[in-house]
């Protein structure tokens, strides 16, 4: 049976999702919905049977469909989701599930109520890699760990604006908050610095700090730091060091590098964990078995609350107890 997928938002990745899908067998993107009709349509040009929609709601109306992926800006969450979840509708959401607590939280509780299917995009948990790291880690005791998120500001409009972002470490560094909680388990406790250095003084608009640094107590007994910036024009990097009784495990985008006494082995990360992503929920859409998805709805909400609390940690200047 082919599956009939649509899209909310018409930008970068909801395109990258739509080309992903395409060349998937048995799947077809069949409907695009953004903020106008006219970049709809453009987006649902490329892809035979799809149409072009200026609202979530136009678009479930219009066409029947199986799943759709939701890839707006993080401000642009609440209605969508509702509207899916109202009609029992599978959806895969980018990350950040929102710039606040009280949407992600109400979508979250309608999700449940309802059992309904859902995937959130961290796709870092679907990389080889990633999972080449949980398998050492189950005979190892984890100590500590450093993440970092260092480039510079992406150049959507909504990005530099805390409000529309949520700012970079809820926005971006999220997905090191995330394969942390992966690896490493649960946060307990939260304290934040942010700093505000350079890029509102270059920029228009920019209300997002700049710099960033913040401290975790992990469930665990482990702790962990992590730290972004989105100034730095070169010498960008991201990832999450994690220190454990017999070494380092080093993670990126790329690799895992394990260094132990007198060894360090490098495993390159050979899949592309997006396309994995994609497999393990349309599946779980097709068969109803959603033991692949590695990352649901539920599980993001403890992510954003981590990212939430930094903000408000940094924001008040004391740290913020999670449980
Ligand atoms: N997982 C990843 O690696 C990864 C990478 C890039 C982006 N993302 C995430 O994807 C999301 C989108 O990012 P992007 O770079 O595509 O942004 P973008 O600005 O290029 O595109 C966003 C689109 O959403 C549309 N939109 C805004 N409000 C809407 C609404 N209410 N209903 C329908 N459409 C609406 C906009 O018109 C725009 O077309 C962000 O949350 C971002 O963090 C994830």
Excluded at 27 to 52: N, Q, W
Excluded at 82 to 107: H, S
Aim: proline residues 4%; glycine residues 8%.
């Amino acid at each position: 049976m082919t599956l009939r997928i649509g899209i909310a938002g018409t930008g970068w990745f909801g395109r990258m999702h739509a080309e992903k899908l395409a060349a998937m067998e048995d799947i077809s993107v069949s409907a695009f919905c953004g903020t106008s009709l006219e970049k709809a349509e453009t987006a649902a040009k490329p892809y035979r049977d799809a149409r072009g929609y200026d609202s979530i709601e136009a678009m479930l109306e219009d066409s029947k469909l199986d799943a759709v992926y939701i890839c707006t800006p993080p401000f642009a969450h609440g209605e969508i989701e509702l509207a899916l979840v109202e009609r029992g509708i599978p959806f895969l959401v980018e990350k950040p599930i929102g710039v606040d607590e009280a949407t992600p939280n109400r979508i979250r509780q309608a999700v449940r109520e309802k059992g309904l299917l859902t995937s959130v995009g961290y796709h870092f948990r679907y990389m080889d890699s990633t999972n080449h790291a949980k398998e050492l880690l189950a005979n190892r005791t984890p100590l500590m760990a450093l993440g970092q998120w260092m480039g510079s500001m992406p150049g959507v409009y909504w990005w530099r604006n805390m409000e529309t972002s949520g700012g970079q470490f809820v926005e971006q560094t999220t997905h090191i908050v995330d394969l942390m909680r992966y690896l490493l388990g649960d946060v307990n406790e939260v304290y934040a610095a942010y700093g505000d250095r350079y890029m509102s003084s270059k920029e228009e608009g920019v209300t997002a700090p700049d710099v960033g640094t913040v401290t975790m107590k992990l469930a665990s007994g482990a702790v962990a730091t992590i730290s972004n910036t989105c100034a730095i024009p070169a010498g960008g990097s991201a990832g999450l060091q994690i220190y454990t009784n017999t070494g380092v495990l080093q993670i990126t985008g790329d690799a895992l590098v394990d260094i132990e006494t007198d060894q360090k082995t490098e495993y390159k990360a050979s899949n592309n964990p997006y396309v994995r992503e994609n497999e393990a929920f349309l599946h779980a859409v097709r068969t109803g078995d959603s033991s692949r998805i590695l990352s649901t709805y539920e599980d993001a909400w403890e992510t954003h609350r981590v990212t939430m609390a930094a903000n408000e940690s940094a924001r008040t200047g004391l740290p913020v107890k999670l449980r």
